[in-house]
């Protein structure tokens, strides 16, 4: 490969800038979530209010091991990879270092890395519960940010597909040991003090580790400790400015609209949304019938929420508790999440205290209890259940303006556990049903998820993604994985597409930001399987994005630009409803309205 053209190289620098600052915000943001879930952490720490800045500077050790991982050596790297560990200095000491001091600090950052372990950098994503569903962005993003440093010089070696292939290997070696998706959230929460404990010491070296301060010390290496004559001393090279988390000066109206922003931009549950628009609608009403003294009309506000996994109830859910914050309705709009083992002790008169704890924690905000069901068995020779059921309820009533419950699970069976039990079912005032993610929106969300990472999907991409979402949702049961689904689909694609890489000598732009259709990889699916399913044509139904007109098109069309014949405008076909064309029983000469003489079957 030859060299990259000085814009190519600049726009390396420029995605490479871009990647660690959307890593500073997935820990920060990641850092903020921790810090609304857990309730005691205000009165029983007092550097809770620091944990965004911890996830902060542990996000900083992040970005120095990946930039070591593919520059192992002061003696290996590049010009232009030299470049790039300006940008990263730039980033962790808020200065620029040029000249031989950039030489020296690159030396050193490269050194310092050598300290610190993946499994320390990326454990509160495994952890710690509420960033469990985070795990495939942060590993998207180390890996995006490896192939740039890789292939900023035009040129990728054996050894460079080497260092991928153990950062891969080592990532994945974190994955097995955590199993992030698979460990009982219980046990996270459980853990989530010492995790938290941890993370303050963590951030507490990696702050010392990362800092000019730690540069200017000895080092193994030459280190950025001495200067050229023409350098100034690096002492004089300040680092960022930290403070403690910032306060929320956010409005109420600011913070409504982020909240039903963060709504909007879920794909599909247009039922749901419609709900919480009326409800939000309704308390908007009430507050302002209070102001003018009028009577109000309290509902509960306790909800169950009932659906298959992966269907968006937890992220509903934190959403919900953001809309009571900024409403007033609760005073901190923070979301506690539990499930039986959280609720219900080993032994006889344990399990009121330890609900009540739980129940404690979520004070002023919305406790979600998933798999709610299991708290009721049919037999009712479950005591211990029964004694959780009680305190919930009546903590459900003595403080309805401080708690909002949320019961979460399968359909059928929250049917029955509320129905079994009046209590509950005078309580729980709202009851949401969340249905399974059809193809075309299992594809949207695989979309999105690419999209945030820079990844293109070329057309049979697309067609692979259609036609495998499309057979596991006939084929769907009541384990059907929803959204998880399209998240783990892509995170096995990402994997494919740098295997593949990582056998070729010679990698451009274009390799690094597209999914082609062999590295589709479709949870759960054969890849034998997934071919047979593309070979055969199919048709699906678009709606044009000016006037909504709906019409069917070969699938080998999506992604590429076509007319409207109603409004006469040209739009993307990026996604459709799959069609299943029947042929008419004879003598039938009826149209279904798009003039193609077949009956349209849509996979709903």
């Not at 991982?69 to 790297?77: C, G, H, I």
């Amino acid at each position: 490969m030859s060299r990259l053209s000085d814009d190519q190289i600049i726009e390396s620098i420029r995605l490479y800038r871009e990647a660690i600052q959307e890593t500073k915000a997935l820990y920060v943001e990641s850092g903020q979530r921790v810090r609304g879930s857990y309730a005691w952490l205000d009165g029983e720490d007092a550097d809770a209010a620091a944990i965004a800045q911890q996830m902060d500077d542990l996000h900083q050790g992040l970005l120095m091991k990946v930039f070591a991982a593919v520059v192992p050596t002061t003696d290996s790297r590049t010009i232009e990879q030299r470049q790039l560990g300006r940008v990263l200095l730039e980033h962790l000491w808020g200065k620029s270092v040029m000249g031989h001091q950039l030489h020296e600090a690159v030396d050193w950052l490269i050194s310092a890395a050598a300290d610190f372990q993946w499994q320390d950098l990326v454990r509160p994503f495994a952890e710690l519960a509420p960033l469990r569903d985070r795990w495939g962005e942060l590993e998207t993003l180390v890996m995006r940010m490896a192939n740039l440093l890789v292939s900023v010089d035009g040129e990728t070696s054996e050894s460079d597909n080497a260092n991928l292939a153990t950062m891969r290997a080592q990532m994945k070696e974190v994955v097995g040991e955590y199993e992030p998706e698979e460990r009982n959230s219980q046990a996270d929460t459980d853990a989530a003090r010492d995790a938290l404990v941890w993370l303050r010491e963590e951030a507490a070296r990696l702050r010392g580790g990362a800092s000019v301060t730690a540069a200017e010390k000895p080092t193994p290496t030459a280190g950025p400790g001495g200067t050229s004559p023409t350098s100034p001393p690096l002492s004089d090279v300040k680092p960022a400015s930290k403070s403690a988390e910032p306060v929320d000066e956010r409005t109420p109206e600011q913070r409504l609209a982020e909240a039903r922003a963060k709504l909007d931009q879920l794909i599909g549950l247009d039922a749901i949304k419609d709900q919480i628009q009326t409800l939000t609608n309704f308390l908007k009403m009430e507050s302002q019938r209070e102001k003018e003294g009028l009577p109000m009309t309290r509902p509960s506000l306790h909800m169950a929420f009932v659906g298959n996994p992966g269907t968006g109830k937890t992220t509903v859910a934190r959403i919900i508790a953001d809309i009571y914050g900024a409403l007033g309705i609760l005073e901190k709009g923070h979301l506690v999440e539990t499930d039986r083992s959280g609720l219900v002790a080993e032994y006889a008169g344990q399990t009121g205290p330890k609900t009540n704890a739980k129940i404690d924690e979520a004070l002023d905000g919305v406790l979600f209890i998933d798999e709610a069901y299991t708290l009721i068995d049919e037999d009712g020779q479950d005591q211990y259940g029964r004694e959780a059921v009680q305190t919930l309820l009546k903590r459900m009533e003595d403080q309805r303006d401080r708690l909002v419950v949320i019961l979460a699970g399968y359909p059928v069976e929250m049917r029955k556990m509320i129905r079994s039990n009046p209590g509950l079912s005078s309580r729980v005032g709202t009851t949401m049903h969340f249905d399974d993610y059809p193809p075309e929106a299992l594809c949207r969300i695989f979309e999105l998820i690419a999209r945030k990472s820079k990844y293109a999907l070329p057309t049979e991409s697309r067609r692979r993604l259609l036609r495998g979402f499309t057979y596991l949702y006939i084929a769907r049961d009541r384990h059907f994985g929803n959204g998880r689904t399209s998240r783990n689909s892509f995170e096995r694609s990402v994997r494919r597409l740098a295997n593949r890489l990582a056998t070729l000598t010679e990698v451009d732009r274009k390799l690094l930001t597209t999914l082609e259709p062999e590295d589709i990889e479709v949870a759960d699916l054969t890849q034998g399987h997934l071919a047979a399913l593309v070979a055969e044509p199919g048709n699906v139904r678009v709606h044009c994005k000016h006037c909504d007109q709906a019409v069917v098109i070969d699938d080998k069309q999506l992604a590429t630009e076509i007319k409207c014949e109603a409004c006469k405008e040209m739009y993307e076909a990026d996604w459709g409803e799959p069609v299943l064309e029947l042929p008419k029983p004879a003598g039938d000469t009826s149209s279904d309205g798009d003039g193609d003489g077949a009956k349209d079957v849509i996979v709903k």
